[in-house]
């Protein structure tokens, strides 16, 4: 089968590719087309694949082109990880958000839009082609914000996008590990959008377990939600939300601490990811250990401000091995080999939520099998949940809208209506801000 990888010479590409040299059996993957528009980072991701490759027998090849044309003639499967506008244009985001008081986090807020805003016309015309070119290959959308993305895309490849992210596996098996049972034997009853779900339940042997994690402050307080969100707020609720619901409930204290840290994340990882492909290039350069040593700062580091306004403490170790790459990869092998299985998903909602429309993207456990993902039925969401996720979902409609028309006006409303934006006058700013250092926002008249 043919993979390829648009944002090929992204820097968390060999997570995709080390998950493929350890699959083995009928139907895997044996071609590998990475696209990137910067040829630079194309060689050097395509060096680091090749020292992981080293004595592995059968390893997929590995092509790079910057053709995208010619990266999706013939594919099976497509992984979208695009970054439009590229790290800086993250930092940007960041940074004029905070200008204005309010959130600049890359998918949540106004620096989200900002990027949605960007990245929908590239992701539209990417899905274009797909339907053009191999209408017969599926795309997994890994592309932040990815719901939004998702659902952009859907609207021209239907249900042969799905979207995927790391953070619901990884809560999953953080509440698992802390109640002792093996991640891979519980189902997770996990509802919402993508960075704005919940946990309401986790069952073990059809028992759900949730209900003895939250009625023990010492066990609810042992791993990173319960220090993130606090024990008290977690057992209110009922239910442990996304690490990324810290930006909602906690907004004031995240805003503060991200103005006060001495560089935003964006900038963080610009001038990280620089330093690594600078060394990579050099000549004699050991790509896969620095690779390695990068990554490990980058994994460590997440969500710092976040964990340091709420005092939590530094991440345990057990929770910096990633995990989108294994969802990706089980997403793969369940539709191409029908081995069925439960992962959770970024999919059209169909009648899943009541309320939300059917073309709606949801995050919730999917049924995976040679025909597709198939969004299993669920509670309806509870009544702190409800409005939170109307509210966002109406947000990403404006979105949409905006890139489709090119309307400023619907880009404003877009901005004004998101709940972690406080005035219509603040949106306008942000709406001129953007438009002033993005040349991927000219679009908008």
Known sequence: MKLTILGGGGFRVPLVY????????????????????????????????????????????????????????????????????????????????????????????????AYGLRTVPVAVDIARRVARLAPDAWVINFTNPAGLVTEAMSRHLGDRVIGICDSPVGLGRRIARVLGANPNDAYIDYVGLNHLGWVRGLKVAGRDELPRLLADPDLLGSFEEGKLFGTDWLAS?????????????????????????????????????????????????????????????????????????????????????????KVALALMRAIARDERTTLILNVRNRHTLSVLDTDAVIEVPCLVDANGAHPVSVAPLPGHAVGLVSSVKAVEREVLAAA???????????????????????????????????PGLDYLK
């Open 237 to 325: 609720l009922g239910a442990i939300p996304n690490e990324y619901l810290h930006y909602y409930y906690f907004n004031r204290e995240a805003v503060r601490s991200y103005q006060e840290a001495d560089k935003t994340r964006g900038a963080f990882l610009r001038d990280q990811q620089a330093r690594f492909y600078d060394e990579v290039a050099a000549p004699g350069a050991h790509a896969l250990d620095a690779w390695n040593r990068t990554r490990a700062e980058r994994e460590a580091t997440y969500m710092a401000e976040n964990r340091e306004s709420a005092g939590a403490g530094e991440r345990d170790e057990d929770d910096l091995s990633g995990g989108y790459e």
């Open 18 to 113: 080390g998950a493929l040299l350890g699959d083995r059996g009928e139907g895997r993957v044996t071609e590998v087309v990475l696209h990137d528009l910067d040829a630079g980072r194309l060689g050097a991701v395509t060096r680091v694949l090749t020292e992981q490759a080293a004595g592995v027998p059968d390893a997929p090849s590995v092509t790079a082109t910057t053709d995208l044309d010619d990266a999706l003639r013939g594919a099976d499967f497509v992984f979208s990880a695009i970054r439009v506008g590229g790290l800086e244009g993250r930092a940007n985001d960041e940074r004029v958000a905070l200008d204005q008081g309010v959130l600049g986090q890359e998918t949540v807020g106004a620096g989200g839009i």
């Open 404 to 438: 489709e028309s090119g309307s400023r006006t619907t880009a404003v409303k877009a901005f004004a209506l998101h709940p972690l934006v406080d005035s219509v006058n603040v949106a306008r700013r942000l709406v001129e801000g953007y438009t002033s250092v993005h």
